[in-house]
């Protein structure tokens, strides 16, 4: 069965830098398109990254532009989240996630059918 295994989070200031990293089983994410969406406690699943498969192309949400930046490396089978400028408000949990074929407008929860376990980011002052 497919497997997305999430790792790179943790404690960081503000103003800080992480790299997520997200490896796929069972899934190429050369022909997948991989997301990442955050969930804080008491909040719903949010978008944050996208980037599709054949010419990566990418989306963000407006709170992370700028700061955070989705690539992937197909030799690897990994898709990365660099975050820098980290804020207070980014603390959250992390979720990796894909969907096989190529979709320029994926940025809800129900677009995406495989989802890795997450992974904690906490953003103090």
């Known amino acids: 069965q497919v497997q997305l295994v999430e790792s790179g989070g943790g404690l960081v200031q503000a103003g800080g830098s992480l790299r997520l990293s997200c490896a796929a089983s069972r899934l190429s994410f050369r022909l997948s398109t991989t997301a990442w969406f955050r969930q804080a406690p008491g909040k719903e699943r949010e978008f944050v990254a996208m980037i599709t498969w054949y010419d990566e192309r990418t989306k963000y949400a407006d709170s992370v532009t700028g700061r955070f930046t989705i690539s992937r490396d197909n030799a690897k089978n990994t898709v990365y989240l660099q975050m820098d400028s980290l804020k207070l408000e980014d603390t959250a949990v992390y979720y990796c996630?894909?969907?096989?074929?190529?979709?320029?407008?994926?940025?809800?929860?129900?677009?995406?059918?495989?989802w890795g376990q997450g992974t904690q980011v906490t953003v103090s002052s």
């Open positions: 996630a894909a969907v096989q074929g190529y979709k320029t407008q994926a940025m809800r929860v129900m677009d995406y059918n495989y």
